[in-house]
């Protein structure tokens, strides 16, 4: 059972920092990329960071490029997201996901909300 749990989350004023983090439990082969996400009240969801487990190469949105950063901790089993920078813009609910490939992923997380005002 593949299970994605992001944390990190929470609620910070505009110009401040979060990081988040997501940690996969019941896989161990993973293949393509592995991406963060977001959703706006609203909005559709959009990826913004991701990172190839491969060679751990990383693309980022424009909205985010310089501000944000994705990493990841391969004895861990978890990729982060260092946000920094925060704009009342970033406000959403951020998902991970992993196994991505051709703009569609396997497996997804269940959320964390971030929120900046």
């Known amino acids: 059972h593949v299970q994605l749990v992001e944390s990190g989350g929470g609620s910070v004023q505009d110009g401040g920092s979060l990081r988040l983090s997501c940690t996969v439990s019941?896989?161990?082969?993973?293949?393509?990329?592995m991406g963060w996400f977001r959703q706006a009240p609203g909005k559709g969801r959009e990826g913004i960071a991701g990172i190839f487990i491969d060679n751990d190469e990383t693309y980022y949105d424009g909205s985010v490029e310089g501000r944000f950063t994705i990493s990841r901790d391969n004895a861990k089993n978890t990729v982060y997201l260092q946000m920094n920078s925060l704009k009342s813009e970033d406000t959403a609910l951020y998902y991970c996901?992993?196994?991505?490939?051709?703009?569609?992923?396997?497996?997804w997380g269940q959320g964390t909300q971030v929120t900046v005002s």
């Open positions: 996901a992993t196994d991505c490939l051709g703009g569609s992923c396997s497996y």
């Open positions: 019941g896989h161990d082969d993973g293949s393509g990329v």
